[in-house]
């Protein structure tokens, strides 16, 4: 797998997991259960354009921000948290 591949369930999951995001939280504000959320951030479980919606929403972050553009979703180590 190359970095300019990255699934978007990796790059979502890289985003949560480098912040201070909860996966409780987020699936509440989803309306899914904990157990389907971590299935779509393993890949286990397809993530559909519904539940991308919901989750970005549930984020309050713009879904476009996930999209493959070359950028990082991992925070940058050089700014200030």
Same mark, same amino acid.
């Given at each position: ?11 979502? #999951? ?8 909860? #996966? ?58």
């Amino acid at each position: 797998m190359t970095m300019s591949r990255v699934p978007m369930n990796v790059r979502v #999951r890289t985003y949560i997991d480098t912040r201070d995001v909860s #996966r409780k939280r987020v699936a509440l504000n989803m309306g899914v259960s904990e157990s389907k959320l971590s299935l779509m951030l393993s890949g286990k479980r397809r993530m559909t354009v519904d539940d991308y919606e919901a989750l970005c929403n549930a984020m309050a972050v713009d879904p476009k921000l996930f999209y493959e553009t070359g950028e990082s979703v991992a925070p940058d180590s050089t700014q200030p948290a």
